[in-house]
């Protein structure tokens, strides 16, 4: 799902009961990941395919290409994301 936060992008998903956040645009051609899949614990781009880490956004077929992460914590029904 993407969700908009201080004028960014950013998208957000949900699997094994973990919530995770991350920059929505994939590094390859800015596809838009939250309109994407979540398989496991990757998020796979709706454009061409490639995959990033829920956790850490590093992209399958390269771990030092990273999407930024960033920190999510659940208050209630809330989902509280940390961006600088």
């Known amino acids: 799902m993407e969700m ?7 998208c957000v998903a949900k699997a ?3 919530v995770s956040a991350m920059d929505n ?5 800015g596809g838009p990941l ?9 998020i796979i781009c709706p ?6 880490d829920r956790q850490t956004g590093a992209a399958s077929h390269d771990t030092a ?9 659940i208050e209630g029904d ?4 940390y961006i600088d």
């Open 4 to 10: 908009v936060l201080n004028g960014r992008v950013i």
């Open 16 to 18: 094994g009961g973990k």
């Open 25 to 29: 645009v994939c590094l390859h051609r």
């Open 34 to 42: 939250g309109q994407g899949v979540v398989e496991a614990d990757k």
């Open 47 to 52: 454009w061409h395919g490639w995959t990033f």
């Open 65 to 73: 290409t990273r999407v930024p992460v960033y920190p999510v914590t």
């Open 78 to 81: 809330d989902v509280m994301i």
